[in-house]
């Protein structure tokens, strides 16, 4: 009897410590995290890279919970982070780099622990231009779907168009495709015409000619910028040919000045910065090429051309230095007025001047009396320059009955070249010549 009574007390000092204590045992353990996973997919190992790269990936969290905090990249021994975490990318300039082999690293990182690292090992080669080459630069820079809400985005269409610009001037004026750059959004290409999820990048997209690709960000569009210039100062016939889409900063609300009086003409970079006359001046102010066409096509952008509305000049003190000796200046909107766009084509400036430029149609179109343009045979000659594309543009713009309500845009002109002042700019800037 007495073992039976002992028996039962252990068993029920078993079951209540078994109650007590194994639950909590259980409150106290962590489940198990894993390491988070990461790849890279584009470039890929071995590749040979030049100007600019955009590195690309995806990084997993295989516990399923998809909590990837940050994609960190490690060029020369730094650790950088990455934009993205599940899909991620990275913009390396590699204009000034030192040609050689770089290893690069990624990581990702889900708040408690890093993934492996992945390590891909590249050749960098940056192009030549040597003294018996073609000394002809193109740059496009276009911010059109921005992130934060789907009413300011402007679609894919002005990407299409710097294409179409490119192998144009690629195919007919014998542009080098190692001196052509276009610069888009984050670099990056995203589906519904840039209304949904990103797709690739643009350097992984297939494209007919080997131009370089990169994003519409301040440090991208300076270090090219810069480049170009470098290069192009190098030799006395060199041409350059700058062309940018964007969202313009104004007032569009105010109708009759667009906010515009006092202040500079300017467009906004992806990054939200934004990119002044003044600010664009500075970038172009060593730039020796006296064969240059600067197309600015956006918003309120007269300024860019030192211009405000109907060909009246801008304020002395809101001068800079896009407009030079050389140079050929052009806003696709005045400083007070909007602009337009086709998400799908492009803006609308832009479309026109490449129309006439490309088909020959505006082959003899000039400035007439009082700033009125007009087409004459009598000055036809089977070529089409910069400015004649201008005013077939501005000309469509009045006339067409299918335009009529984008006629208040008041494109702007600023010709130095190849001389400045009224009567040394009168010879036409043909490209490729």
Not at 21 to 36: A, G
Not at 112 to 125: D, P
Request: aromatic share 14%.
């Amino acid at each position: 009897m007495k073992n039976t009574i002992i028996a039962i007390i252990t068993i029920i000092i078993v079951i209540t410590l078994t109650i007590t204590f194994v639950p909590r045992l259980y409150e106290n353990q962590k489940p198990i995290n894993s390491k988070p996973i990461i790849e890279i997919t584009f470039p890929t190992n071995g590749d040979i890279v030049s100007n600019i790269v955009t590195f690309s990936g995806k990084a997993t969290d295989i516990d399923g919970n998809q909590t990837i905090k940050k994609v960190e990249i490690m060029i020369n021994e730094t650790w950088m982070v990455a934009e993205g975490t599940t899909t991620w990318s990275y913009t390396w300039n590699i204009f000034d780099i030192e040609d050689g082999y770089y290893k690069i690293s990624v990581r990702a990182w889900d708040g408690a622990v890093y993934s492996e690292i992945k390590e891909i090992t590249l050749k960098v080669s940056n192009p030549e231009v040597v003294e018996s080459g073609s000394h002809k630069w193109a740059v496009f820079i276009v911010a059109a779907n921005f992130p934060k809400d789907n009413e300011s985005k402007l679609g894919n269409g002005g990407l299409f168009l710097a294409e179409k610009i490119a192998a144009f001037f690629i195919e007919n004026y014998k542009y080098p495709t190692s001196n052509m750059f276009i610069l888009f959004d984050d670099g990056w290409i995203r589906t519904e015409n840039g209304y949904g999820e990103k797709l690739q990048t643009l350097q992984e997209r297939y494209h007919e000619y080997d131009i370089t690709y990169g994003d519409a960000k301040l440090d991208t569009v300076e270090s090219t910028i810069k480049n170009v210039v470098d290069e192009s100062n190098k030799f006395e016939d060199s041409e350059v040919f700058i062309w940018i889409s964007s969202h313009g900063y104004g007032n569009s609300e105010d109708t009759f000045t667009g906010g515009k009086i006092f202040d500079r003409s300017g467009v906004f970079l992806w990054d939200e910065f934004l990119l002044t006359d003044k600010k664009l001046g500075n970038m172009l102010a060593n730039l020796k090429s006296t064969k240059t066409c600067v197309i600015v096509d956006a918003c309120f952008s007269g300024g860019f051309a030192d211009k405000t509305i109907w060909d009246f000049p801008e304020l002395f003190l809101f001068r800079k230095d896009v407009v030079k000796s050389g140079r050929v200046v052009i806003a696709g909107a005045s400083k007070f007025r909007v602009g337009y766009a086709s998400t799908t084509e492009g803006p609308l400036f832009s479309l026109l001047w490449f129309k006439g430029l490309s088909t020959g149609d505006a082959d003899g179109y000039r400035s007439g009396f009082l700033k009125t343009v007009r087409s004459t045979n009598l000055f036809e000659d089977g070529k089409v320059s910069a400015e004649e594309a201008f005013y077939y543009a501005s000309y469509m713009l009045k006339n067409d009955e299918k335009l009529k309500d984008y006629s208040n845009m008041e494109p702007q002109i600023n010709d130095q070249y190849p001389n400045k002042g009224i009567f040394r700019s009168r010879a036409g800037l043909i490209f490729g010549q």
